[in-house]
C-alpha cells in the first residue's frame, strides 16, 4: 500500500513540474532562470535534475492531476505565479495561464484572479509563501 501512495505522489510532482513548463514556454521559450526554478522545484520533490529535464522534453504526453487538498492547489499555484515571475517580465498570456491554471485546480472562476494578483504581490512584497497562504485562506475561506 505505500508504493501506491508514493506512485501517487510522484506522479502529483511530475504533473506539477509538467505545468511549471508549460508556463514556462507561453511566452515561447524557456528562460534558463525558469528552467533552474523548475528543477529547484523539482530537486524538492525528489526528483533529479535529468528527470526534470526528461519531463520538460516530454511534457505535452502528462496527464493532469488534481491535487487532493486545498492546501496542494495552493502551493501549485503558488509555483505558478513564482515561476510566471522568475525571468523578471509578466507577459499577459503567462498571466491568462495562471488564472487558467487556478480555475483548473479547483479555484472558484469569480476569485481567481484576485488570488493571482494577490500571490503575485505578496512574491513581489518579500511576503513568505505561508503569510501569503494564510492571508489568501482568510480570503478565501478554504
Do not use: W
Not at 520538460?56 to 503558488?78: C, I, T, V, W
Amino acid at each position: 500500500m505505500f508504493n501506491f501512495f508514493e506512485n501517487e505522489n510522484l506522479k502529483r510532482v511530475k504533473n506539477h513540474i509538467t505545468n511549471l513548463g508549460a508556463l514556462a514556454r507561453v511566452d515561447g521559450h524557456l528562460d534558463s532562470s525558469e528552467l533552474n526554478y523548475i528543477i529547484a522545484v523539482g530537486q524538492k520533490n525528489g526528483l533529479k535534475p535529468n528527470d526534470v529535464r526528461t519531463l520538460l522534453a516530454n511534457g505535452e504526453k502528462s496527464q493532469f492531476h488534481l491535487p487532493e487538498n486545498d492546501s496542494e492547489r495552493f502551493d501549485q499555484l503558488y509555483d505558478l505565479v513564482e515561476m510566471m515571475l522568475a525571468d523578471g517580465i509578466v507577459d499577459d498570456s503567462e498571466m491568462e495561464f495562471c488564472m487558467t491554471m487556478a480555475s483548473n485546480l479547483g479555484f472558484k472562476k469569480s476569485v481567481v484572479g484576485v488570488l493571482v494578483r494577490k500571490i503575485t504581490i505578496g512574491v513581489k512584497d518579500g511576503f513568505t509563501r505561508e503569510q501569503i497562504k494564510t492571508e489568501s485562506q482568510n480570503f478565501l475561506k478554504f
